[in-house]
């Protein structure tokens, strides 16, 4: 079960309220130069990343720049097997996102954590260690799964009593 913290309670379950919650995506991958970090939220101008042509917006949370990207995100359901898959999607607004797509061929580690506007270095909730798979891509969107690695995938028993592992039992 997911815990959060009073003020988050408070806001989701107000029946009006001002606050916002934001979800913080951290994408890593070896592969790539930097983590990727996104938020769903525009909470500030990002003056160092401004432009005379372009105002850049996003949110600084424990001393980390996430990006402001237009997301959609469906949270997993909490069963009693564990925590299920979440859909991720992200508008396709620039040409690099595809580069960096094709540049990546195992699957990349995400981190989504989610804070609320007025209390943006304290994280409510945290879902670490998704892999996004099935990235599909169109002109409009990027979307992909973002699901936990189990123990079901591994396969067991680890070894096989085999003459060529174990030559001393068989001969």
Known sequence: MTTTSLNFRQAAFAQETGRVPIALITLSHPDLADDIRISTDPTQELTEFTTDTEKVYGTISNGKTYFFLPVRIKLPDETDEGPGEMQLEIDN????????????????????????????????????????????????TITGTLRLETLESEPYPAGSMTPSYFSGLFG
Do not use: G
Request: proline share 4%.
């Open 93 to 140: 607004i620039h040409r690099a996102y595809m580069e960096t797509i094709r540049s990546v061929f195992t699957p990349v580690t995400c981190q989504l954590d989610l804070v609320m506007d007025n209390a943006l270095d304290t994280v409510d909730a945290s879902w670490p260690e998704f892999k996004l798979t099935n990235i599909t891509y169109n002109a409009t």
